[in-house]
């Protein structure tokens, strides 16, 4: 079955860049989205087809997406922003989750 | 589009679960849309369960076909899930979504709150 793999964890200070990854074979090949999950709340979605970002979100979010990595990231990271991101994409008709990031802003 | 689960919040080993999402602000056989749903367990990542169309046609997770059902109630606006035999593996939050899709791409918008169900007994 297909798997997106995310590192466990990322730390950013405030007002840095901070870059999330998601890696699958070949997945630059699919469309890729993200989903900002803060706790006690539902998943929001903040970028779909792999680059563009829903009407609400901040433009300090932006995505791509090549070869076998999809990335997100977040410029100007502020502390709002402290969050678990998690990576999706199709495969086969099947919905496929990464592992998630929780993203520290210290 | 706003969506809401409900359901009971404790289900016993090898009992049926049982879920309803209630769509509002709009209709579920809104053609822009099918429907999903999608669980947590607790400190794990997200698991897609799995769809319906506004027509009827579901797909499923391959790891929980055998025990999942997700229908679809129009006149109530209502979409459901129903898993069977379930374990304490079970026992996680579960969201329901709407899914926007085109010709070639799909992504989950808007979910619901998410409701706890925990398997014991």
């Known amino acids: 079955s297909y798997e997106l793999t995310q590192p466990p964890s990322v730390s950013v200070s405030p007002g840095q860049t901070a870059s999330i990854t998601c890696s699958g074979d070949?997945?630059?090949?699919?469309?890729a989205c993200w989903y900002q999950h803060k706790p006690g709340q539902s998943p929001v979605l903040v970028i779909f087809?792999?680059?563009k970002r829903p009407s609400g979100i901040p433009e300090r979010f932006s995505g791509s997406n090549s070869g076998n990595t999809a990335t997100l990231t977040i410029s100007g990271t502020q502390a709002m922003d402290e969050a678990d991101y998690f990576c999706?994409?199709?495969?086969?008709?099947?919905?496929?989750f990464g592992g998630g990031t929780k993203l520290t802003v210290l | 589009v706003q969506l809401q689960e409900s359901g009971p919040g404790l289900v016993k080993p090898s009992q049926t679960l049982s879920l309803t999402c209630t769509v509002s602000?709009?209709?579920?056989?809104?053609?822009?849309?099918?429907w999903s749903w999608i669980r947590q367990p607790a400190g794990k990542g997200l698991e897609w369960i799995g769809r319906?169309?506004?027509?009827?046609?579901?797909n499923y997770n391959p790891s929980l076909k055998s025990r999942v059902t997700i229908s679809l109630d129009t006149s109530k606006n209502q979409f459901s899930l129903k898993l069977n035999s379930v374990t304490t593996a079970d026992t996680a939050i579960y969201y329901c979504?709407?899914?926007?899709?085109?010709?070639?791409?799909?992504?989950?918008?808007?979910w619901g709150q998410g409701t706890l169900v925990t398997v014991s007994s």
């Open positions: 070949k997945l630059g090949d699919k469309y």
């Open positions: 602000g709009g209709s579920i056989t809104n053609t822009n849309y099918y």
């Open positions: 087809q792999d680059t």
């Open positions: 319906i169309y506004t027509t009827g046609s579901t």
């Open positions: 979504a709407g899914v926007t899709y085109t010709t070639s791409s799909n992504w989950f918008d808007p």
């Open positions: 999706q994409t199709w495969d086969s008709s099947t919905a496929v």
